[in-house]
């Protein structure tokens, strides 16, 4: 379940992580000489700073801790603005966004069995110069016998608006106990949408002639192939803290999505 509040706790013990980028490593050289450095076992909340793919990264690390991030990167779709000053007030007075992520079951054509998370998507790509032929089954039942496509993308809410949305899937709201399965470049069916599915949903991938058209799976830029067959679900019982400055959470960044 996802859900955004607003956060009691107030934050004493900060941990400074930040990406290799120069405004990065910087911004940290600041902040430390600034508001002191905890280890991250001694610390109650982490400040990454750099872009969307540097947050992913300290949010898939499992400490457990919520993550404030400050933009040093590009988009920074879940990063807040950079300032340094009053950063104890900023995170005191931050709402939390919680996230539950997708879990990636992949067995490679070598036999082997690989597992990973995703907090945005995961996503099947071709792997090859053909199109990938794709048999769907939603919670064991067949729903589609042939996707050809050069992949497919299944989306949280959070993930919704990065690949997904440039695949020309759905935004979907924050608190919403749905994900988004989207085709990409899908050839046939020619019109197919994609699909809204239940949060609860197994979605199961299994690759047609996959030594004619080999397919590779991506959990958040964690990559195996070639692939027999992929499962997808949501693990509600995993949870990731990201903090947002008031009125900049989760849920207005999606809706502004929608008005751009």
């Not at 695949?167 to 988004?180: K, N, R, T």
């Not at 949870?239 to 999505?257: A, S, T, V």
Request: charge should be negative; charged fraction near 20%.
């Amino acid at each position: 379940m996802q859900e955004e509040r607003a956060v009691a706790n107030q934050y004493t013990h900060i941990h400074f992580a930040a990406s290799h980028a120069e405004t990065a490593q910087a911004a940290q050289a600041d902040l430390v000489a600034r508001y002191g450095q905890v280890p991250r076992y001694a610390a109650d909340v982490i400040v990454a700073l750099g872009g969307d793919g540097f947050m992913l990264q300290c949010l898939h690390e499992g400490t457990g801790l919520p993550v404030y991030g400050m933009n040093r990167g590009s988009v920074g779709f879940l990063m807040n603005d950079y300032v340094a000053d009053d950063l104890p007030a900023r995170l005191e007075a931050a709402e939390q966004a919680v996230i539950n992520p997708l879990s990636m079951k992949a067995e490679t054509q070598d036999g082997l069995l690989h597992e990973a998370l995703a907090i945005n998507e995961v996503s099947l790509l071709r792997a090859g110069p053909q199109a990938a032929k794709l048999k769907i089954s939603i919670n064991g039942k067949v729903r589609m016998q042939e996707l050809v496509c050069d992949g497919a993308i299944v989306s949280t809410p959070a993930g919704s608006t990065a690949y997904n949305f440039s695949a020309h899937g759905p935004i979907l709201p924050i608190g919403s106990d749905v994900l988004a399965l989207t085709g990409i470049a899908s050839f046939r069916p020619r019109r197919w949408q994609g699909a809204i599915l239940p949060s609860s949903a197994l979605v199961r991938f299994d690759i047609l002639e996959p030594d004619k058209r080999p397919v590779m799976a991506d959990a958040d830029s964690r990559s195996v192939k070639p692939v027999k067959w992929v499962e997808v679900r949501s693990e509600p019982e995993i949870e990731h803290c990201i903090l947002f400055d008031p009125g900049h959470g989760l849920e207005e960044r999606l809706m502004r999505e929608q008005f751009a």
